[in-house]
């Protein structure tokens, strides 16, 4: 019997198999077709201070295995995310959740992270920093340095639980922004969030997403991703979740062999729904089949 | 909603640009007209979601227009393929706001779940007209069907090849109904607005991810707060509509 387990900061979770934020909803879509405590966990869908409805549509574009998406961060704001969406999900998933947090400013992630904290199901604090910070210029906060290392600590103040900050491949050189969220404190990182992308409608002769541009995912971006984990791994000592692309049960391996500790599984939920059930079902075959008995201990085994 | 694998039992073209393909399998969870279903094709990452026209125990028909490379591989699929298909997908017509005389308006590829709706609002004992726009004759289809169904039909072409020249409105203004429900392009659904007497539901479509709720790529928002085309909707009722 091979052993999927995983300890993701402090927490010991069954396989290394999450959904994405953003792909997942809160849960209860995918509840309905399966039992979601199969997973490790899943990140919940990215939560701000205040309700969002997001960008114009059309907000999804097809490319060649892949899409781009520009939702916005559509969501209800955090205080409907506790008082509904965190109920309902109580009723089909027993596990420690991951609670993925945006903001558009210092204070509205200490707000929120705070608010969140708090909530029991919540094992995780998963720290979206790829939104643009509206007291700077509309700059990404993940693209400086000095930006990230200042929401981490912001965060950190306010939280108890282990706090992971998810980075935007977006840069020159994202080993820099790594060790600034760690030397703040940051319990663990998870990369990497869509590429900036676009597509042009040859009919219409103008962008298919309304807001023309928007983050690239699936398969397409994997090599990308693998290459961005395993330069991160040896940048930095906490663990690192991976993701970009990873659709079967081989990819989270090699994501595990460049230096993750768990994977999350994105765009793949949305073209099967059971995508994230199927990788957890043959995780232990394909673990077999290339000889690993107990898979934490190929974390960083390609280095 | 279900993930299933069909059987391509028949896959033709009947109209300009417009093919009917029929599916065989587990139909079990479409369970209102004016849903949908979303087909994995070979060589594209996203599922192409396509309205249901028709559906028996054990056959699905869908009637596609090729509007882009996707509908354009989709008529390509030969008889005997196996298709991995997500059904049961969005919330489907209401039928029992119809009244006794309800009118259905449809508008090119808007046209196909008009049909079994109008099946479902004539088996409830109701008296249906439909009104199908299209562009010219050689894109009519479904018409006859429509008839032997014992619907009453009115068609228009914008170039004057067949039927009443112009538009779907420049029928329904001299009609008489209790209800209407429709289907078809953003222009035609701004017109129906402008002359529509009654309450009725719209079909809308958009762009989507995943075409079950999960993305929120096809959001819109409504009167009664946001709403997922590919979940809430595509229907969406007249009064909760933001233009």
């Not at chain 1, 400086?144 to 950190?156: C, D, F, I, L, W």
């Not at chain 1, 590429?195 to 398969?219: C, E, H, Q, Y």
């Not at chain 1, 991160?232 to 989270?252: C, F, L």
């Not at chain 2, 009443?164 to 209800?179: C, H, M, N, P």
Request: glycine residues 10%; contains cysteine; charged residues 20%.
């Amino acid at each position: 019997m091979v052993n999927t387990k995983v300890n993701l900061c402090g927490i010991e979770i069954d396989n290394p198999v999450i959904p994405a934020s953003g792909t997942f909803g809160f849960g209860y879509e995918f509840a309905e077709l399966y039992d979601i405590n199969c997973l490790g966990t899943f990140s919940f869908k990215g939560t701000t201070k205040d309700p969002r409805f997001g960008n114009p549509t059309p907000r999804i574009a097809e490319c060649t295995a892949g899409m781009i998406n520009s939702v916005g961060l559509q969501n209800p704001g955090v205080e409907r995310v506790i008082d509904e969406e965190l109920v309902k999900l109580k009723k089909c998933f027993n596990k420690p959740v991951m609670a993925n947090i945006s903001g558009f400013s210092l204070d509205e992630y200490i707000y929120t992270c705070e608010k969140i904290d708090e909530q029991e199901q919540v094992g995780w604090l998963e720290v979206n920093i790829s939104c643009p910070n509206v007291h700077g210029g509309g700059m990404s906060f993940g693209t400086s340095a000095k930006a990230a290392a200042e929401v981490t600590k912001a965060v950190k103040a306010v939280t108890k639980k282990p706090v992971i900050i998810k980075l935007t491949p977006n840069v020159t050189d994202i080993t820099e922004i790594a060790k600034a969220c760690e030397s703040e404190g940051a319990d663990g990182l998870s990369l990497i969030n869509t590429l900036l992308g676009m597509r042009i409608d040859l009919k219409t002769k103008k962008p298919v997403i309304a807001n023309k541009m928007g983050g690239f995912s699936g398969a397409a971006i994997k090599p990308v991703a693998v290459r961005m984990v395993y330069q991160v791994y040896e940048a930095v000592k906490i663990p690192i979740v991976g993701m970009g692309g990873a659709s079967t049960a081989q990819d989270v391996i090699e994501f595990m062999l460049a230096g993750a500790t768990a994977v999350e599984i994105g765009a793949a939920n949305l073209i099967d729904p059971f995508a994230s059930k199927n990788i957890v079902d043959s995780l232990p075959e394909v673990m077999a089949k290339y000889g690993i008995n107990n898979l934490s201990e190929y974390i960083g085994g390609a280095h | 909603m279900k993930q299933s694998f069909y059987n391509v039992i028949s896959n033709e073209r009947i109209a300009k640009n417009t093919y009917k393909m029929i599916l065989s399998g587990d139909t079990s969870d479409l369970t209102a007209t004016g849903q949908f279903v979303n087909i994995k094709l070979d060589g594209f990452y996203l599922r192409r979601p396509i309205s249901v026209c028709d559906w028996d125990e054990t056959t699905i028909t869908l009637i596609y227009k090729v509007v882009g490379d996707g509908t354009e591989k989709m008529a390509e699929i030969e008889v005997g393929t196996t298709l991995d298909v997500l059904t049961g997908l969005g919330n489907g017509y209401n039928t029992q706001k119809s009244g006794d005389k309800p009118l259905l308006i449809g508008g090119g590829v808007g046209v196909p779940p008009l049909f079994a709706l109008c099946k479902r609002l004539i088996e409830e004992g109701k008296e249906v007209s439909v009104v199908l726009g299209f562009n010219s004759a050689e894109e009519i289809f479904l018409k006859d069907d429509f008839e032997k169904i014992g619907a009453k039909v009115y068609i228009t072409t914008a170039d004057g090849s067949f039927g009443t020249k112009g538009f779907v409105t420049d029928v329904i203004k001299d009609l008489e109904y209790t209800y209407f429900y429709t289907c078809g392009p953003m222009p035609m659904f701004k017109a129906i607005e402008s002359v529509a007497t009654t309450s009725g539901q719209y079909s809308f479509e958009e762009r989507m991810g995943c075409g079950f709720g999960a993305c929120m790529g096809c959001s819109c928002k409504t009167k009664y707060g946001n709403k997922r085309i590919c979940k809430d909707g595509p229907v969406l009722e007249r009064e909760e509509i933001v233009w």
